[in-house]
């Protein structure tokens, strides 16, 4: 599995880097963006889908052959939607969504974007959220952006990941902290 994983994720790299390259000569990041989100939207949305691009029962021509219609439909075209097929074609549309957030990856690091991942046990209000992402631009810059998500498991408090940098002061954390030296004293 691991050995897949990294052979995966290098020529994902390769491919997100040549859609990259070509987007940006071509003035046509900001189009390419929506287009493979709105694609990386369908792929969320329907369980079939995702069978679909994974499934090495298809063949290339089989999946060009569908997958162009569907693109039609949901408003995928230009760069995007070569880039789709290009992808059908050579057999690598296993690996679509890691060439996705890879590409996504070069966009953000072109534009200065910092991706903060907040995790909170319930939903803040609106002032508490403000406060959260006024505090990450203090830390992370301008371009922070904030991936709110909602785990109740860790009781209160909340989780920050900036990269491979991540503060816990959750409250479960706490409390297995409090656990685990209960059972050295004990």
């Given at each position: 599995m691991v050995a897949v994983q990294s052979i995966t994720s290098s020529f994902s790299g390769r491919y997100a880097t040549a859609l990259f390259d070509l987007a940006k000569e071509t003035g046509s990041v900001d189009a390419v963006v929506a287009d493979l989100?709105?694609?990386?939207?369908?792929?969320d949305a329907h369980e079939?889908?995702?069978h679909f691009v994974r499934s090495p029962v298809?063949?290339?021509e089989d999946q060009v052959k569908a997958l162009q219609p569907i693109l039609d439909k949901i408003g995928v075209k230009g760069l995007a939607q070569k880039f789709l097929l290009l992808v059908a074609t050579q057999r690598r549309l296993f690996a679509v969504r890691q060439m996705v957030k890879a590409f996504r990856q070069l966009v953000d690091q072109e534009r200065g974007v910092v991706h903060a991942t907040v995790t909170l046990a319930e939903t803040p209000s609106s002032k508490a959220l403000d406060a959260i992402k006024a505090s990450?631009?203090?830390?992370?810059g301008a371009g922070a952006e904030i991936d709110l998500e909602i785990d109740p498991e860790i009781i209160g408090g909340i989780i920050v990941q900036i990269g491979s940098k991540m503060v816990d002061s959750s409250l479960r954390t706490k409390l297995n902290g409090i656990r685990t030296a209960m059972k050295e004293v004990g």
């Open positions: 989100a709105t694609f990386d939207a369908l792929l079939d889908m995702q298809f063949s290339a990450l631009k203090d830390v992370a």
